[in-house]
């Protein structure tokens, strides 16, 4: 299985990003799905998850309200919508399912 990160770039604080992940050679419709980032200097953290058996959500407290995380199984991907950014989102966005399938990860900066 690879997956493969992309949408990110840098944005002003209170903008929006749309992040992509473009899963292939296994299908992902029976896989819980997840967001990770690593801020600058720091470890890697869960972000947000979404299950494959009823699509329901969960978001790490700093992101709740503002990250929509979805998927779409029949084209392989995986979304996380951030809306109102802060300068603390900037880290590298990481795509992943278990048991260790990573991509190689997508920079966020959120800069004036």
């Known amino acids: 299985l690879q997956l493969v990160e992309s949408g990110g770039g840098l944005v002003q604080p209170g903008g929006s990003l749309r992040l992509s992940c473009a899963a292939s050679g296994l299908p992902i419709s029976r896989r819980n799905m997840y967001w990770y980032r690593q801020p600058p200097g720091k470890g890697r953290e869960w972000v947000a998850s979404i299950n494959y058996i009823d699509g329901h959500t969960n978001y790490t407290d700093s992101v709740k309200g503002r990250f929509t995380i979805s998927r779409d199984n029949d084209k392989q991907m995986v979304f996380l919508q951030m809306n109102s950014l802060k300068p603390d989102d900037t880290a590298v966005y990481f795509c992943?399912?278990?048991?260790?399938?990573w991509g190689q990860g997508t920079q966020v900066t959120v800069s004036s």
């Open positions: 992943y399912t278990w048991p260790a399938y």
